[in-house]
């Protein structure tokens, strides 16, 4: 199983960026599609962005759109989250998931990823 480790987190104003990272061990990473999600107090668990295992293909929520950019390197085993425009809704723990690459890919749909990370804080104050 692969393991994942985020970072990256913190608080940051209205209108600021952060840049997650999540870096993956134990198997091969270009082996997985790769997602990022997030949850709010009180919230289910949302997705967020989506990058395939080669980076070719990659998917965002509607609310992030134009704002977030996921990225990855697979040399080195790391999946990036660029955020920008930050805004208060944003506040949640985000987490990086783990797809083993298969026939089909269903990048929204929590139950398709087979790894997780512990999550990272991120809290955009107004």
């Known amino acids: 199983q692969v393991q994942l480790v985020e970072s990256g987190g913190g608080l940051v104003q209205a209108g600021g960026s952060l840049r997650l990272s999540c870096a993956a061990s134990?198997?091969?990473?270009?082996?997985?599609?790769m997602g990022w999600f997030r949850q709010a107090p009180g919230k289910e668990r949302e997705f967020v962005a989506a990058?395939?295992?080669?980076?070719?293909?990659?998917h965002y929520a509607d609310s992030v759109k134009g704002r977030f950019t996921i990225s990855r390197n697979n040399a080195e085993s790391t999946v990036f989250l660029q955020m920008n425009s930050l805004n208060p809704e944003d506040t949640a723990v985000y987490y990086c998931?783990?797809?083993?690459?298969?026939?089909?890919?269903?990048?929204?749909?929590?139950?398709?990823?087979?790894?997780w990370g512990q999550g990272t804080q991120v809290t955009v104050s107004s």
């Open positions: 134990g198997r091969t990473f270009s082996d997985y599609n």
């Open positions: 990058i395939t295992w080669s980076g070719e293909n990659t």
């Open positions: 998931a783990a797809a083993r690459r298969g026939f089909v890919y269903y990048p929204r749909e929590r139950n398709k990823y087979d790894a």
